[in-house]
Nanobody
Framework: QVQLVESGGGLVQPGGSLRLSCEVSGSILPLNIMAWYRQAPGKQRELVASITSEGEKNYADSVKARFTIARDNAKRTSYLQMNSLKPEDTAIYYC????????WGQGTQVTVSS
């Protein structure tokens, strides 16, 4: 049974930084895509960043140059380093693993406020 658990969310001031982590347990295919999504109140869930098992990365335009996605396959963990945070980054951030199906974490709250 595959489980994804996010951590690292919290309250941060504008301009601050946070690093989110997503730990994966269970049997998964080695070829996969790990991604981070976010959903703010009243908004659609949006893809923030993704990284393939080969290391190819993609970012939403709104977070390019500020966020960095990475993965450690040995630790079965993905990371989202968030720098220069803005109030509009406030959302619940969800870890995603895409293989033959999608697996989701329960989400971690990120609040950017002064």
């Amino acid at each position: 049974q595959v489980q994804l658990v996010e951590s690292g969310g919290g309250l941060v001031q504008p301009g601050g930084s946070l690093r989110l982590s997503c730990e994966v347990s269970g049997s998964i295919l080695p070829l996969n895509i790990m991604a981070w999504y976010r959903q703010a109140p009243g908004k659609q869930r949006e893809l923030v960043a993704s990284i393939t098992s080969e290391g190819e990365k993609n970012y939403a335009d709104s977070v390019k140059a500020r966020f960095t996605i990475a993965r450690d396959n040995a630790k079965r963990t993905s990371y989202l380093q968030m720098n220069s945070l803005k109030p509009e980054d406030t959302a619940i951030y969800y870890c995603n693993l895409h293989t033959f199906r999608d697996y989701w974490g329960q989400g971690t709250q990120v609040t950017v406020s002064s």
